[in-house]
């Protein structure tokens, strides 16, 4: 009877153990069920984030590239589209070669129609300054009389033609002499001068208002100053009271 009453006890512990541990567990597990639940509920300081977005490649063709003739020689570009390795050293107005390349977007192609990026160009080792006055533009100025005496100059900002290649600025400041036109006639002018000089149409013409009411109240100065206006007219020395040429 005894020997049968251990076994039990011993079960009996085995049992309030695995209980304490089962217990245990759940509170356990309670806890941190209750620690999660607190943590959703109160999911503490949010950080705010900022989206940056991102630099869009840049898709705008080059103004250049609207001088640039596409798939067209390499060597006959303009001097806009390509980049030169150029030598200052090399002697003036001497035939030179120079080491060159496309710009950026600019597609050309060689002799066998091959598309091409490097290549060698030919030209006169000159400054763009001293090119001929062919081979460049340069601004006009209205505001200078182009009859006198030392001829006047103004200062004119030139820029090199397109399809030539020269040495340092394509654009550069030069002194020109004035060389305009209003649109007054030699020929007219002349001719007012002999048949209607007396009366002062010919520096009527030429817009000298004054001079033109002198003559036809003194009916040419009694033909004196009709002559001297006829010579004077005639070698070009009286010209249009705006300072410009005759056409």
Known sequence: MA???????GLRAVCRVLLF???????????????LAQSIKDPGPTRAFTVVPRAAESTEIPPYVMKCPSNGLCSRLPADCIDCTTNFSCVYGKPVTFDCA???????????????????????CRFCWQLPETDYECTNSTSCMTVSCPRQRYPA?????DHVHCLGNRT??????????????????????ITLGGFGADRFY?????????KLFSF????????IDVLL????YVGPADGSLYI
């Open 21 to 35: 541990i089962s217990q245990f567990c759940i509170l356990s597990g309670g806890e941190q069920s209750q620690a």
């Open 206 to 214: 030429l817009g000298q208002w004054r001079e033109g009411l002198g």
């Open 157 to 161: 900002n030139c820029t090199v033609r």
């Open 3 to 9: 020997g049968g009453v251990r076994p039990l006890r």
């Open 102 to 124: 496309v710009k950026p977007s600019v597609t050309c192609v060689d002799q066998d129609f091959k598309s091409q990026k490097n290549f060698i160009i030919n030209m006169t």
């Open 233 to 236: 007219i005639g070698v070009g």
């Open 172 to 193: 550069f400041p030069k002194m020109l002499y004035c060389n305009w036109t209003g649109g007054y006639k030699w020929s007219t002018a002349l001719a007012l001068s």
């Open 220 to 227: 040419g100065g009694l033909g004196i100053w009709t002559l």
